[in-house]
């Protein structure tokens, strides 16, 4: 499947009114775009974005697209994009009202018409979505970084999307569909539709709940993504602030230690203090006398399970029930059926448990003096919150009013942080109990309990057979799956790294492994938490090219600033490694890029490549305007943009200041 | 077949491993191929899933 991007258009926009063809003799080779700062990169990027992905924007959005210089503004605009996918053509429109600060999609139809909503044409439709825009089209000094982060998915999204693997799971909610539609085709009468309509109405509120849950899942990534930097920034800023002055630094060190100490201390206390009353034998009041008889009355009603299970094992074999009734096969079944929810095994684990731990304690003869561990308790807790004091008032001593704000701010965060980390790493992935019911939180309990909903309603529909089946090939699909996604994962680091040896880089970071995301390691092999923004930059352009090479997906790769950081080393391998690529490839430039990156592509490939220029025309630009007439690119008088399709153009065009404002 | 090999090895592996015929693995990856080119309508879909069915042996 090949998608090319092959002309855009913006008009009253913030950005200058760019009608930019990528295509050129009808071909879309690589290409270089050079808009110098200010030019309105970052909102062509993001436009270009948004007008491939259905994007609900909101009023302040909608604003900071209009046009900032008074004389320039306008009440509406828009920004088009052109595309082709397979040899058809396609457009996609956004158009703003910055009246009402309001925006809407129009598309272009299959039969040369518009309609007034996002749409994009089967072939792309699905296999394109907000992740893969957001890691293909990339701002390198910003989008990159998600690849890297803990608890963000991008990197193993791609994986799945670019190598296919997501068929399997498009393969699985198919058998899904047929199992259920089986079970529908299978009617049952009286009371058994009962049950089953009370089976399908909590096997709709298991779905509807993992459809929550996996929402909350992305607010929750998008939420650790967004504040990342700031929680980052934050703490490294206060932390210079503390740290500038070595006598206060030496102060805090020491109190930190001394306060890590102190908690391990109180820790330790605490959990004495739980040792202790557990042993029941050292109890002195009444509680002793109760606990014992309380386990007396479990062994007195056969509890649990195991001797439960031995009343209703003996009833069912026999002819009558204790009420004298005859037992036939339906009534033999309802008593199995309650033998199970009288009570489960989990349930008779805890129990067997509890009674087990009061019968040894019980034993214990020495007598523990609860008053004594319980000062000890008081006196840890009162050593640990002098230092936790020290620490906060020494911090406050050093710090301004705004440092003080920024703390507290930075205190918020991560508390909701470690809340939302909480529920990705924990409370999603905790086991089933028999306790749980559809409102759980753990996807992993919510799709055991679809699986037993559903083997119930197999039962019930007389439609076990195929239920079976589906579930043996499912559980087949997802080993695969599962299995291919880490083989793959493993050719791809291996490939990456084969690259970023190539770059003969000084200081190198390698690719440790790609799991949900990517993991690095230093030369030796000693994981690295994070790169610098360049070593990401390269590993993360690395990683997309390696898996574009791959995939037989040929979606256009977009880079703002492609080779940002780099020696002149890495550009020239950079260049030979996007030369090499099937996809289409754009890259935004400005002028200190060029050199050993854009020449030495010229050199590569030939004329295959595309070298256009634009600039916003204002009256300091002007020399622009009379170089582009030396080159028969005369610039439209009332334009407030000029773009220019010249390799030579390309060359000299040179923005004052750029270098200056780059090296920043 | 524009399917990573590696899924479709993957595929062939555990369906031999089952014991299942190799057949089984021709139809599952005949019916991935024609999902990715989106050539499946709902009764192609299901006569497909039922002859995959039909063959996996429990």
Not at chain 1, 25 to 46: A, C, E, H, R
Not at chain 1, 63 to 81: L, R
Not at chain 1, 303 to 323: G, Q, T
Not at chain 2, 26 to 33: A, G, H, R, S, V
Request: glycine content about 2%; overall charge negative; charged content about 35%.
């Amino acid at each position: 499947m090949k998608f090319n991007i092959i002309e855009w258009k913006s008009v009253g926009l913030r950005c200058p009114d760019f009608n930019i063809k990528i295509s050129k003799n009808d071909k879309t080779f690589p290409s270089f775009i050079q808009m110098p700062n200010g030019t309105g990169k970052t909102t062509t990027l993001s436009l270009l974005k948004r007008s491939l992905y259905n994007h609900e924007f909101k009023s302040k959005e909608v604003w900071d697209y209009s046009a900032k210089k008074k004389e320039e503004f306008k009440k509406e605009g828009y920004f088009q994009i052109k595309c082709e996918v397979e040899g058809k053509i396609f457009y996609s429109k956004i158009n703003f009202n910055f009246e009402n600060k309001t925006c809407s999609y129009e598309s272009s139809t299959d039969d040369g018409g518009w309609k007034s909503e996002f749409s994009l044409p089967n072939q792309i439709s699905r296999i394109i979505n907000r992740e893969i825009i957001e890691l293909l089209f990339v701002d390198l000094e910003k989008d990159i970084k998600p690849m890297f982060r803990e608890n963000q998915t991008g990197a193993q999204e791609a994986i799945k999307t670019f190598c296919k693997i997501n068929l399997i799971d498009r393969f699985i909610a198919d058998l899904d569909t047929y199992k259920t539609k089986k079970r529908k085709e299978n009617v049952q009468r009286g009371s058994t539709m009962n049950e089953i309509k009370t089976e399908e109405t909590r096997e709709t509120k298991i779905l509807n709940q993992i459809e929550k849950i996996n929402n909350k899942i992305e607010e929750s990534k998008k939420y650790l993504n967004e504040t990342e930097d700031q929680y980052k920034n934050g703490k490294d800023h206060l932390r210079s602030k503390l740290e500038k002055d070595s006598n206060i630094k030496k102060q805090l060190d020491d109190l930190q230690k001394k306060k890590e100490d102190a908690q391990s201390n109180y820790d330790k206390s605490l959990l004495s203090n739980f040792n202790t009353i557990k042993k029941i034998g050292t109890y002195e009041s009444d509680l002793k006398k109760e606990i014992t008889d309380f386990v007396s009355g479990l062994d007195d009603m056969q509890l649990p399970e195991a001797e439960a299970r031995v009343f209703f094992e003996a009833l069912i074999k026999r002819e009558n029930c204790v009420c004298g009734s005859h037992l036939d096969d339906n009534k033999r079944n309802n008593i199995i059926k309650e033998m199970e929810s009288f009570i489960s095994s989990d349930n008779a684990g805890i129990i067997s448990q509890i009674k087990n731990s009061i019968n040894q304690n019980s034993k214990e003869a020495s007598l523990n003096d609860l008053d004594k561990i319980s000062s000890e308790i008081q006196e840890n807790k009162h050593i640990l919150d002098t230092y936790i004091e020290e620490i906060k008032y020494l911090t406050k001593s050093q710090l301004t009013k705004e440092d003080l704000d920024l703390s507290e701010v930075i205190k918020n965060l991560e508390k909701k942080r470690k809340e939302e980390e909480l529920f990705l790493k924990v409370i999603t992935k905790k086991p089933y109990t028999s306790r749980d019911d559809e409102n759980s939180e753990s996807l992993v309990s919510l799709n055991e309990q679809k699986q037993k909903v559903e083997k119930e309603l197999a039962r019930l529909s007389k439609t076990q057979s195929i239920e079976e089946k589906v579930r043996y090939l499912t559980r087949i699909l997802e080993e695969a799956k599962r299995d291919s996604e880490i083989e793959i994962s493993n050719e791809i680091t291996i490939e990456c790294n084969k690259k970023l040896k190539e770059m003969a880089l000084s200081n190198p970071l390698f690719v440790n492994s790609i799991n949900e995301n990517i993991k690095l390691e230093n030369m030796e092999g000693v994981d690295q938490s994070e790169g610098s923004t360049g070593q990401e930059a390269r590993i993360g352009i690395i990683f997309l090219l390696t898996i574009l090479e791959r995939s037989s997906i040929k979606f256009p790769l977009i880079l703002d600033v492609p080779v940002k950081g780099m020696d002149f080393d890495a550009r020239l391998r950079t260049a030979q490694f996007i030369s090499k690529l099937d996809s289409q490839f754009i890259g935004f430039v400005i002028d200190s890029d060029k050199e050993n990156f854009t020449d030495k592509f010229k050199e590569i490939t030939n004329n295959s490549n595309n070298y256009i220029t634009c600039y916003r025309r204002e009256d300091e630009t002007k020399e622009f305007d009379d170089l582009a007439k030396n080159f028969n690119y005369p610039p439209h008088e009332n334009s407030n943009a000029h773009v220019v399709y010249d390799y030579e153009f390309f060359n000299k065009f040179k923005k004052e200041g750029e270098q200056k404002e780059e090296s920043k | 077949m524009s399917i990573d090999p590696v899924l479709i090895n993957k595929i062939n592996k555990k369906i031999s491993e089952e014991n299942q015929l190799e057949n089984l693995a021709d139809e599952i990856l005949d019916y991935l191929k024609k999902k990715d080119l989106d050539q499946l309508n709902t009764e192609e879909r299901i006569k497909l899933i039922e002859s995959i069915l039909l063959k996996i042996k429990i």
